[in-house]
């Protein structure tokens, strides 16, 4: 369809060139006559929590009436007059034609979706992205040689992913064992042995904890472990959502479900929690039979989290780097050398057998 959304560029009011967001600067630079314009949104703004029951229920009162992610749209470019398409949850994007930075607004603070809380400005350049990208690179001790020499080679591009944040105060009951590790003399003569043995006891509690901002990326086809692996995030620089912040990168919308990122929000809390009970119980090893969780006070945001993304070949694989444009942390998938897996196992080995010999001598 033709769109007739909100769609925003960003002209220089100097020069007429086009806008596009600097991170050194933290606000809309002219990259032609170095003009700079703050970001347009008021600073006492705040990013509301939102209540999640609540939303469900009004989303469970619209379902079927609003499509999850929007189609194909077109839009004319102002300033080429040339056609550009947004796709699916594409929503920011530059034009092909003449370069200019457009951003679909719209799709962003429609009423029959919702709206984005925040958005995460860049704080990394792209070089010094590249720079942490070099770094990772010689740091990886099982890539191959010819690898770790002549690096990563591709095009790094930025991107804002939505993300799903929630909040919840959780009170838990637990019942399990705490296992304490103790060792025994068996056998005699050549047979005698140390053996070790477990002494179980019961375990129970309560306890309480808040989860603030767990995050869940919206975005289908992302590379979660990636993306989790890119955690934390400096979410206390979060600014009020602004179509200004997007100029010049790819952004997307959300095109999974709310209800959906909850339940993978709460099988993070879970894990979590799981982990708490282990703690608590202690001894050397722990048997976790029950934990009863209540949850209260649910909250959410939805937010834009900014990401450099590259992708590479390496012989004839493709490979995913991802670097997290808030904080200058990498990971990516990479190439392993079966010869150096190969050689550490070897070594493993043959250390594993001098520590038995020299135990059989003791």
């Known amino acids: 369809m033709q769109a007739t959304a909100d769609v925003r560029r960003f002209p220089c009011e100097a020069c007429g060139a086009e806008l596009t ?19 347009g949104f ?27 992610a929007p189609g194909r749209r077109e839009f004319t470019c102002n300033g080429c007059a040339a056609t550009i398409v947004f796709e699916a949850s594409r929503t920011s994007d530059k034009c092909a034609f003449c370069g200019a930075a457009v951003v679909d607004a719209s799709v962003h603070e429609a009423i029959e979706r919702i709206n984005v809380s925040g958005v995460l400005p860049f704080g990394v350049t792209k070089q010094a992205a590249s720079e942490n990208l070099r770094a990772w690179v010689a740091s990886r001790w099982f890539a191959p040689n010819e690898f770790k ?60 904890r808040f989860f603030d901002d767990v995050l869940v990326c919206a975005a289908n086809d992302t590379k979660t472990k990636l993306l989790t692996a890119l955690e934390p995030w400096p979410l206390d620089k979060m600014v009020p959502f602004t179509p200004d912040a997007l100029s010049g990168y790819h952004a997307m919308t959300y095109d999974q479900t709310l209800e959906a990122g909850f339940v993978s ?32 006070a649910l909250t959410f945001k939805h937010v834009l989290l900014p990401v450099w993304m590259l992708a590479y070949k390496y012989g004839d694989k493709s490979y995913q780097v991802m670097v997290n444009a808030g904080t200058g942390e990498v990971q990516g998938e990479r190439p392993y050398s079966p010869w150096k897996i190969a050689f550490a196992v070897f070594m493993a080995l043959m250390l594993a057998l001098v520590v038995y010999g020299l135990s059989q001598r003791s």
């Open 21 to 39: 967001f600097d991170v050194g600067a933290q606000a809309l630079a002219c990259p032609h006559c170095g003009h700079k314009r703050e970001l």
């Open 42 to 68: 008021t600073s006492e703004a705040p990013i509301v929590e939102r209540d999640l029951n609540a939303m469900l229920n009004k989303l469970a009162s619209m379902r079927g009436q609003a499509p999850l």
């Open 149 to 208: 020499r002549y690096g990563v080679t591709g095009k790094f591009n930025g991107i804002y992913l939505p993300y799903w944040t929630f909040d919840a105060m959780t009170d838990n009951r637990y019942r399990g064992e705490r296992g304490d590790h103790y060792t025994v003399r068996v056998g005699s003569g050549k047979d005698a042995r140390t053996e070790t043995r477990t002494r179980w006891s019961h375990a129970a509690g309560s306890f309480r």
């Open 265 to 296: 929000a709460k099988e993070r809390i879970d894990r979590a929690l799981h982990a708490d009970v282990c703690d608590r119980i202690g001894g050397d090893v722990q048997r976790v039979h029950s934990i009863e969780t209540q949850m209260s």
